[in-house]
Protein backbone atom coordinates (compact mmCIF):
# COMPACT_ATOMS: atom_id res chain seq x y z
CA UNK A 1 0.00 0.00 0.00
CA UNK A 2 1.42 3.48 -1.07
CA UNK A 3 1.91 5.77 2.03
CA UNK A 4 -0.91 7.79 3.30
CA UNK A 5 -3.32 5.52 1.57
CA UNK A 6 -4.37 4.10 4.81
CA UNK A 7 -5.84 7.35 5.83
CA UNK A 8 -7.57 7.97 2.41
CA UNK A 9 -9.68 4.59 2.11
CA UNK A 10 -10.56 4.86 5.74
CA UNK A 11 -12.38 8.28 4.69
CA UNK A 12 -13.55 6.55 1.54
CA UNK A 13 -15.04 3.88 3.67
CA UNK A 14 -16.93 6.37 6.28
CA UNK A 15 -18.18 8.69 2.98
CA UNK A 16 -19.40 5.18 1.92
CA UNK A 17 -21.28 4.02 4.75
CA UNK A 18 -23.00 7.43 5.28
CA UNK A 19 -24.11 7.53 1.24
CA UNK A 20 -25.47 3.95 1.65
CA UNK A 21 -27.69 5.55 4.75
CA UNK A 22 -28.88 8.52 2.75
CA UNK A 23 -29.76 6.39 -0.43
CA UNK A 24 -31.57 3.94 1.67
CA UNK A 25 -33.74 6.82 3.47
CA UNK A 26 -34.39 8.19 0.47
CA UNK A 27 -35.37 5.28 -1.17
CA UNK A 28 -38.13 5.04 1.79
CA UNK A 29 -39.14 8.11 0.94
CA UNK A 30 -39.92 7.56 -2.11
CA UNK A 31 -41.62 4.55 -1.20
CA UNK A 32 -43.98 6.43 0.98
CA UNK A 33 -44.72 8.88 -1.88
CA UNK A 34 -45.91 6.17 -4.08
CA UNK A 35 -48.36 5.25 -1.71
CA UNK A 36 -49.68 8.85 -0.80
CA UNK A 37 -51.78 10.10 -3.25
CA UNK A 38 -51.02 13.23 -6.13
CA UNK A 39 -52.61 15.81 -3.80
CA UNK A 40 -50.47 15.14 -0.59
CA UNK A 41 -47.85 15.03 -3.09
CA UNK A 42 -48.21 18.07 -4.76
CA UNK A 43 -48.99 19.98 -1.08
CA UNK A 44 -45.99 18.33 0.28
CA UNK A 45 -43.71 19.85 -2.42
CA UNK A 46 -45.46 23.25 -1.37
CA UNK A 47 -43.97 22.81 2.19
CA UNK A 48 -41.13 21.66 1.52
CA UNK A 49 -39.98 24.77 -1.09
CA UNK A 50 -41.36 27.17 1.50
CA UNK A 51 -38.95 25.72 4.27
CA UNK A 52 -36.56 25.90 1.60
CA UNK A 53 -37.36 29.29 1.20
CA UNK A 54 -36.86 30.23 4.88
CA UNK A 55 -33.72 28.20 5.55
CA UNK A 56 -32.32 30.67 2.96
CA UNK A 57 -33.08 33.36 4.27
CA UNK A 58 -31.71 32.50 7.75
CA UNK A 59 -28.78 30.35 6.97
CA UNK A 60 -26.32 32.36 4.91
CA UNK A 61 -23.76 29.50 4.23
CA UNK A 62 -25.21 25.98 4.80
CA UNK A 63 -22.85 23.04 6.27
CA UNK A 64 -22.92 20.10 4.25
CA UNK A 65 -21.36 16.85 4.97
CA UNK A 66 -19.18 14.80 2.13
CA UNK A 67 -22.23 12.51 1.81
CA UNK A 68 -24.63 15.49 0.82
CA UNK A 69 -22.27 16.69 -1.39
CA UNK A 70 -21.84 13.45 -3.16
CA UNK A 71 -25.91 12.88 -3.25
CA UNK A 72 -26.31 16.29 -4.91
CA UNK A 73 -23.52 16.40 -7.29
CA UNK A 74 -25.03 13.34 -8.50
CA UNK A 75 -28.67 13.93 -8.71
CA UNK A 76 -27.39 16.69 -10.30
CA UNK A 77 -26.33 14.70 -13.32
CA UNK A 78 -30.29 13.32 -12.86
CA UNK A 79 -31.81 16.87 -13.97
CA UNK A 80 -31.87 19.27 -16.71
CA UNK A 81 -29.93 22.32 -15.90
CA UNK A 82 -33.20 24.28 -16.46
CA UNK A 83 -34.31 22.59 -12.88
CA UNK A 84 -31.11 23.54 -10.84
CA UNK A 85 -32.61 26.05 -9.60
CA UNK A 86 -34.42 24.11 -6.52
CA UNK A 87 -30.85 23.41 -5.08
CA UNK A 88 -29.34 25.53 -2.55
CA UNK A 89 -26.59 25.93 -3.44
CA UNK A 90 -25.18 27.78 -6.85
CA UNK A 91 -24.76 25.61 -10.03
CA UNK A 92 -20.78 26.20 -9.97
CA UNK A 93 -20.70 24.72 -6.22
CA UNK A 94 -22.11 21.44 -7.62
CA UNK A 95 -19.82 21.07 -10.59
CA UNK A 96 -16.48 22.09 -8.40
CA UNK A 97 -18.15 19.61 -6.04
CA UNK A 98 -18.38 16.81 -9.14
CA UNK A 99 -14.63 17.99 -9.99
CA UNK A 100 -13.89 17.54 -6.46
CA UNK A 101 -14.84 13.56 -6.39
CA UNK A 102 -12.66 13.42 -9.69
CA UNK A 103 -9.56 14.54 -8.43
CA UNK A 104 -9.88 12.44 -5.20
CA UNK A 105 -10.66 9.36 -7.41
CA UNK A 106 -8.01 9.81 -9.69
CA UNK A 107 -5.03 11.55 -7.28
CA UNK A 108 -2.97 9.52 -4.80
CA UNK A 109 -1.80 11.79 -1.85
CA UNK A 110 1.17 12.14 -1.39
CA UNK A 111 3.40 13.49 1.72
CA UNK A 112 5.02 16.92 0.87
CA UNK A 113 8.27 17.79 2.39
CA UNK A 114 7.83 20.98 4.81
CA UNK A 115 9.20 21.89 8.19
CA UNK A 116 8.96 19.24 11.05
CA UNK A 117 6.79 19.03 13.80
CA UNK A 118 7.38 20.14 17.23
CA UNK A 119 8.77 17.72 19.71
CA UNK A 120 5.56 16.58 22.06
CA UNK A 121 7.68 16.83 25.11
CA UNK A 122 8.31 20.86 24.73
CA UNK A 123 4.79 21.35 23.47
CA UNK A 124 3.53 19.42 26.45
CA UNK A 125 5.91 22.26 28.58
CA UNK A 126 5.23 24.85 26.95
CA UNK A 127 1.26 24.45 27.74
CA UNK A 128 2.73 23.67 31.19
CA UNK A 129 4.08 26.61 32.13
CA UNK A 130 1.14 28.85 29.83
CA UNK A 131 -1.46 26.55 32.67
CA UNK A 132 0.47 27.07 35.59
CA UNK A 133 1.16 30.99 34.66
CA UNK A 134 -1.97 32.77 33.20
CA UNK A 135 0.01 36.02 33.15
CA UNK A 136 2.87 34.89 31.22
CA UNK A 137 2.63 35.67 27.68
CA UNK A 138 4.42 33.78 24.50
CA UNK A 139 7.73 35.42 25.15
CA UNK A 140 7.80 35.35 28.60
CA UNK A 141 7.45 31.14 28.22
CA UNK A 142 9.98 31.47 25.26
CA UNK A 143 12.24 33.03 27.75
CA UNK A 144 11.25 29.85 30.09
CA UNK A 145 12.04 27.99 27.61
CA UNK A 146 15.86 28.66 26.82
CA UNK A 147 16.60 28.89 30.58
CA UNK A 148 15.94 25.97 30.45
CA UNK A 149 17.99 24.60 27.15
CA UNK A 150 15.14 24.48 25.17
CA UNK A 151 15.80 27.03 21.99
CA UNK A 152 12.32 27.23 20.03
CA UNK A 153 10.95 29.91 17.75
CA UNK A 154 8.91 32.98 19.23
CA UNK A 155 6.44 31.97 16.49
CA UNK A 156 6.14 28.45 17.70
CA UNK A 157 5.35 29.33 21.23
CA UNK A 158 3.03 31.95 19.91
CA UNK A 159 1.24 28.98 17.82
CA UNK A 160 0.94 26.30 20.69
CA UNK A 161 -0.90 28.10 22.91
CA UNK A 162 -3.19 29.64 20.81
CA UNK A 163 -4.34 26.94 19.22
CA UNK A 164 -5.12 25.81 23.04
CA UNK A 165 -7.08 28.65 23.42
CA UNK A 166 -4.51 30.83 25.22
CA UNK A 167 -3.68 34.19 24.01
CA UNK A 168 -0.51 36.09 24.35
CA UNK A 169 0.00 38.79 25.94
CA UNK A 170 0.50 42.22 23.95
CA UNK A 171 3.29 43.64 23.63
CA UNK A 172 4.29 46.99 25.12
CA UNK A 173 4.91 50.22 23.28
CA UNK A 174 8.06 51.81 22.43
CA UNK A 175 9.00 55.08 24.39
CA UNK A 176 10.53 58.12 22.78
CA UNK A 177 13.69 57.82 24.85
CA UNK A 178 14.20 54.20 23.16
CA UNK A 179 17.33 55.45 21.61
CA UNK A 180 18.80 57.14 23.71
CA UNK A 181 18.42 55.23 26.68
CA UNK A 182 20.28 52.08 24.86
CA UNK A 183 23.40 54.35 23.81
CA UNK A 184 23.54 55.52 27.21
CA UNK A 185 22.07 52.12 29.23
CA UNK A 186 26.41 50.88 30.43
CA UNK A 187 25.99 54.28 33.34
CA UNK A 188 22.68 54.75 33.87
CA UNK A 189 20.88 54.31 37.26
CA UNK A 190 17.08 54.88 37.80
CA UNK A 191 14.91 55.17 40.92
CA UNK A 192 11.60 55.98 41.66
CA UNK A 193 9.02 54.73 44.60
CA UNK A 194 5.57 52.96 43.89
CA UNK A 195 2.64 52.86 46.39
CA UNK A 196 1.48 48.87 47.93
CA UNK A 197 -1.88 49.53 50.25
CA UNK A 198 -2.37 46.64 53.04
CA UNK A 199 -4.86 45.31 54.22
CA UNK A 200 -5.94 47.28 57.00
CA UNK A 201 -5.87 50.23 53.72
CA UNK A 202 -2.29 51.52 55.16
CA UNK A 203 -0.72 52.87 51.96
CA UNK A 204 3.08 51.82 52.06
CA UNK A 205 6.15 53.29 49.99
CA UNK A 206 8.53 51.24 48.34
CA UNK A 207 11.63 53.11 47.31
CA UNK A 208 13.78 50.98 44.86
CA UNK A 209 16.70 51.34 42.11
CA UNK A 210 17.17 49.32 38.71
CA UNK A 211 20.47 49.34 36.60
CA UNK A 212 19.77 50.04 33.04
CA UNK A 213 22.71 47.70 31.44
CA UNK A 214 21.90 44.59 33.88
CA UNK A 215 18.40 45.49 34.71
CA UNK A 216 19.51 44.13 37.83
CA UNK A 217 16.75 45.92 40.68
CA UNK A 218 17.39 47.12 44.10
CA UNK A 219 14.93 47.00 46.61
CA UNK A 220 16.35 49.91 48.72
CA UNK A 221 13.71 49.91 51.55
CA UNK A 222 10.02 50.57 52.36
CA UNK A 223 8.00 52.56 54.96
CA UNK A 224 5.11 54.50 55.66
CA UNK A 225 6.43 58.02 55.84
CA UNK A 226 8.93 58.36 53.38
CA UNK A 227 10.93 61.87 54.69
CA UNK A 228 13.68 63.44 53.51
CA UNK A 229 15.90 61.74 55.85
CA UNK A 230 14.95 58.57 55.17
CA UNK A 231 15.58 58.58 51.38
CA UNK A 232 18.66 60.16 51.71
CA UNK A 233 19.75 57.53 53.76
CA UNK A 234 18.83 54.90 51.70
CA UNK A 235 20.59 56.25 48.74
CA UNK A 236 24.06 56.12 50.92
CA UNK A 237 23.47 52.59 51.71
CA UNK A 238 23.28 52.05 47.90
CA UNK A 239 25.85 53.70 46.95
CA UNK A 240 27.88 51.67 50.13
CA UNK A 241 26.71 48.22 48.57
CA UNK A 242 27.55 49.14 45.09
CA UNK A 243 31.72 49.57 46.60
CA UNK A 244 33.95 49.24 43.14
CA UNK A 245 30.99 48.69 40.84
CA UNK A 246 30.35 52.80 41.77
CA UNK A 247 32.63 54.05 39.41
CA UNK A 248 30.75 52.67 36.31
CA UNK A 249 27.57 54.76 36.87
CA UNK A 250 27.84 58.53 35.77
CA UNK A 251 23.84 59.22 35.74
CA UNK A 252 20.78 58.72 37.62
CA UNK A 253 17.63 59.28 36.33
CA UNK A 254 15.26 60.31 38.53
CA UNK A 255 11.15 62.32 38.45
CA UNK A 256 10.45 65.52 40.10
CA UNK A 257 9.14 64.44 43.56
CA UNK A 258 9.05 66.26 46.18
CA UNK A 259 10.56 63.61 48.54
CA UNK A 260 13.47 63.64 46.23
CA UNK A 261 15.36 66.51 48.12
CA UNK A 262 18.98 68.23 47.58
CA UNK A 263 20.82 65.91 50.25
CA UNK A 264 19.55 62.82 48.24
CA UNK A 265 21.15 64.66 45.06
CA UNK A 266 23.97 65.82 47.24
CA UNK A 267 24.75 62.02 48.19
CA UNK A 268 24.80 60.89 44.34
CA UNK A 269 26.81 63.87 43.28
CA UNK A 270 29.57 62.90 46.23
CA UNK A 271 29.81 59.47 44.11
CA UNK A 272 30.19 61.32 41.28
CA UNK A 273 26.74 60.72 39.59
CA UNK A 274 24.97 63.19 38.33
CA UNK A 275 21.12 63.53 38.77
CA UNK A 276 18.94 64.07 35.65
CA UNK A 277 15.34 65.40 36.44
CA UNK A 278 12.52 63.88 34.05
CA UNK A 279 10.42 66.41 32.25
CA UNK A 280 6.91 67.34 34.18
CA UNK A 281 4.26 64.66 34.07
CA UNK A 282 6.20 62.45 31.36
CA UNK A 283 6.91 58.77 33.13
CA UNK A 284 8.06 57.35 29.53
CA UNK A 285 11.43 59.26 30.48
CA UNK A 286 11.95 56.45 33.21
CA UNK A 287 10.70 53.72 31.29
CA UNK A 288 12.88 50.98 32.42
CA UNK A 289 12.10 51.88 36.55
CA UNK A 290 8.50 52.43 35.57
CA UNK A 291 8.55 49.05 33.74
CA UNK A 292 9.97 47.39 36.76
CA UNK A 293 6.99 48.94 39.46
CA UNK A 294 4.33 47.53 36.96
CA UNK A 295 5.90 44.03 36.66
CA UNK A 296 6.07 43.96 40.68
CA UNK A 297 2.53 45.23 40.23
CA UNK A 298 1.06 42.83 38.13
CA UNK A 299 3.17 39.26 39.05
CA UNK A 300 3.31 39.88 42.82
CA UNK A 301 2.21 43.11 45.30
CA UNK A 302 -1.47 42.78 43.35
CA UNK A 303 -1.66 39.05 44.01
CA UNK A 304 -2.12 38.87 47.58
CA UNK A 305 -2.99 40.92 50.64
CA UNK A 306 -0.11 42.63 52.63
CA UNK A 307 -0.09 42.99 56.33
CA UNK A 308 2.42 45.09 57.08
CA UNK A 309 5.98 46.94 56.47
CA UNK A 310 7.86 43.89 57.39
CA UNK A 311 5.27 41.62 55.56
CA UNK A 312 6.01 43.70 52.25
CA UNK A 313 9.91 43.70 52.90
CA UNK A 314 10.24 40.08 53.13
CA UNK A 315 7.72 39.58 50.08
CA UNK A 316 9.94 42.08 47.95
CA UNK A 317 13.07 40.33 48.84
CA UNK A 318 11.76 36.96 47.41
CA UNK A 319 10.78 38.61 44.53
CA UNK A 320 13.43 40.97 43.76
CA UNK A 321 15.66 37.47 44.09
CA UNK A 322 13.46 35.64 41.82
CA UNK A 323 13.69 38.97 39.08
CA UNK A 324 16.77 39.05 39.48
CA UNK A 325 18.64 35.40 39.07
CA UNK A 326 15.88 33.07 37.28
CA UNK A 327 13.29 36.06 35.50
CA UNK A 328 14.32 36.31 31.97
CA UNK A 329 14.13 39.43 29.90
CA UNK A 330 13.86 40.22 26.30
CA UNK A 331 16.40 42.71 26.49
CA UNK A 332 18.91 40.38 27.73
CA UNK A 333 18.59 37.63 25.03
CA UNK A 334 16.07 35.94 27.57
CA UNK A 335 18.25 35.77 30.13
CA UNK A 336 17.86 36.88 33.68
CA UNK A 337 20.36 39.98 35.14
CA UNK A 338 22.46 37.02 37.39
CA UNK A 339 21.89 33.98 35.80
CA UNK A 340 23.40 31.10 38.08
CA UNK A 341 25.07 28.09 36.06
CA UNK A 342 22.91 26.92 33.08
CA UNK A 343 22.45 23.14 33.12
CA UNK A 344 21.64 21.59 30.11
CA UNK A 345 19.02 19.47 29.61
CA UNK A 346 19.77 15.64 29.14
CA UNK A 347 17.68 12.25 27.84
CA UNK A 348 17.12 11.28 31.57
CA UNK A 349 16.74 14.75 33.32
CA UNK A 350 13.32 16.48 33.86
CA UNK A 351 12.03 19.60 34.55
CA UNK A 352 11.47 20.73 38.13
CA UNK A 353 9.23 23.44 39.35
CA UNK A 354 10.37 25.93 42.67
CA UNK A 355 7.83 27.48 44.28
CA UNK A 356 8.35 31.26 45.40
CA UNK A 357 5.96 32.96 47.75
CA UNK A 358 3.99 29.82 48.93
CA UNK A 359 3.69 29.19 44.40
CA UNK A 360 2.37 32.60 43.39
CA UNK A 361 5.67 32.49 40.99
CA UNK A 362 7.13 29.54 39.52
CA UNK A 363 10.89 28.58 38.22
CA UNK A 364 11.82 25.72 36.28
CA UNK A 365 15.15 24.05 36.66
CA UNK A 366 16.49 20.69 34.96
CA UNK A 367 17.08 17.78 37.10
CA UNK A 368 18.52 14.90 36.84
Known amino acids: MPAGRGPCRAGWTVMVWSLLHALTRNAL ?23 VAVLRRQVHRPTLEPADRLIL ?37 RKSPGRPPVRREIR ?20 ELAGLGYPVGVATVWRIPHRAGIDPAPRRADTSWRTFLRTQTSGLLA ?14 YVFFVVDHATRHVHVLGVTKHPTAAWVTQQARNLLMNLEEHRHRFQFLIRDRDAKFTASVDAAFAGADIDVVRTPPQAPQANAIAERWAGTARR ?10 ERHLTSVLTSYAEHFNTHRPHR ?20 VRRTRILDGLINEYRNAA
Open 124 to 143: ELVLRLARENPTWGHRRIQG
Open 331 to 350: SLGQHPPDPPPAVAPTPGST
Open 29 to 51: GLMLLHVRGDTAKDVELLVLRHQ
Open 191 to 204: CDFFTVDTASLQRI
Open 73 to 109: AALSRLLPRSSWGSFFVTPATVLRWHRDLLARKRTYP
Open 299 to 308: ECTDRLLVLS
